[in-house]
């Protein structure tokens, strides 16, 4: 079952843009958590937000959490070639299955030089 | 270097066979996991286990199977049964089975049925 859902699906941008990646998900969660992929490599985590936090940032990321309306945005200020992979949105998941996280299907990022 | 390893990078594998994918961390993380990636489906939960000789299964167990004899290692064998078995396999460990905690991923194993 999925529960994060990114959007949009593919994002391409030129080099010094920002990128803004959005995650709407539909039950309440403990956290939400971000996660990058370069092709064909595993998952490397970026950043994670608590229910009761509104804005994070690490870097040149901030990640913001409107519990509200049940979504997430991911923004990389001043994109660089290097930040071109897959984003995914990851969470918690509550009741039997304690412990692990659900993923989204992942935004494609593409940072053209 | 601390970190989590899976081998083989890519595995081939032929009508009826079973195989095994290897995983091993040595960040003393008490939770381990095995995910499932395809193209356009983002990632899939297969097994994960929260301690040393138990295991619970995910959201795609059928055709897998997992042992957790060690703190280090969980290894996942995919069985004949498996009728679609060509994917990309990632392995992730956690210090905690905790929602509040990130997880750490290897590099993956690309699987191809031959």
């Known amino acids: 079952s999925q529960q994060g859902e990114e959007d949009p699906q593919a994002l391409s941008i030129q080099e010094g843009e920002n990128a803004t990646m959005n995650c709407s998900y539909k039950?309440?969660?403990?956290?939400l958590q971000w996660y990058r992929q370069n092709s064909g490599r595993g998952l490397v985590h970026l950043i994670l937000?608590?229910?009761?936090?509104r804005e994070k940032h690490s870097g040149r990321l901030r990640v913001t959490l409107d519990t509200s309306k049940k979504s997430s945005s991911l923004l990389i200020t001043a994109s660089r070639a290097a930040d071109t992979a897959s984003y995914f949105c990851?969470?918690?998941?509550?009741?039997?299955?304690?412990?692990?996280?659900?993923f989204g299907k992942g935004t494609k990022l593409s940072v053209k030089p | 270097d601390g970190g989590i390893t899976q081998s083989p990078k890519y595995l081939f594998r032929k009508e009826g066979q079973n195989v095994t994918l290897s995983c091993e961390q040595n960040?003393?993380?008490?939770?381990m996991y095995w995910y499932r990636q395809d193209p356009g489906q983002g990632l899939r939960l297969i097994y994960y286990?929260?301690?040393?000789?138990?295991?619970q299964k995910g959201d795609i167990a059928e055709g897998y199977s997992v042992s957790r004899e060690k703190k280090e290692s969980f290894p996942l064998t995919v069985t004949s049964a498996q009728k679609n078995p060509t994917a990309f396999y990632l392995c992730?460990?956690?210090?905690?089975?905790?929602?509040?905690?990130?997880?750490?991923f290897g590099q993956g194993t690309r699987l191809t049925v031959v």
């Open positions: 992730a460990s956690s210090r905690t089975g905790s929602m509040n905690t990130e997880a750490f």
């Open positions: 039950t309440s969660i403990n956290n």
């Open positions: 937000i608590r229910s009761n936090e």
């Open positions: 990851a969470t918690g998941r509550y009741g039997g299955s304690q412990g692990n996280l659900i």
């Open positions: 960040l003393n993380h008490d939770a």
């Open positions: 286990s929260q301690i040393v000789n138990d295991f």
